[in-house]
Nanobody
């Protein structure tokens, strides 16, 4: 199983970016999908998570500015970021809880994408 993230870049404060992450491989089921970020010197933090049924949860710092969505047929999760602030600058990682069929049975675990840099300039 692999998660491939894309869409990061450099944008001015107040601008918008959209991140995309696609899961591929021998996937039976994907539960929660989401986005995390890590700024230099900080711990990785949750930004937005969406359940398989579409229930969303956002960090307080991004509520009203970011929107997470998913396409269950394409195994993708999107993060639409608007009204970006300098403090949103970080490496953004996608994460998914995925069930696969292993030799000894079903296994559910979290997978991470490779990270994509988002830089917001003032």
């Amino acid at each position: 199983v692999q998660l491939q993230a894309s869409g990061g870049g450099l944008v001015q404060a107040g601008g918008s970016l959209r991140l995309s992450c696609a899961a591929s491989g021998s996937i039976l089921r994907i539960n929660d999908m989401g986005w995390y970020r890590q700024a230099p010197g900080n711990q990785r933090e949750s930004v937005a998570v969406i359940s398989s049924g579409g229930i969303t949860n956002y960090a307080d710092s991004v509520k009203g500015r970011f929107t997470v969505s998913r396409d269950n047929y394409r195994n993708t999760v999107l993060l639409q970021m608007s009204s970006l602030k300098v403090e949103d600058t970080a490496v953004y990682y996608c994460n998914a809880e995925i069930t696969t069929a292993e030799t000894l049975g079903l296994m559910t675990r979290g997978y991470w994408g490779q990270g994509t840099q988002v830089t917001v300039s003032s």
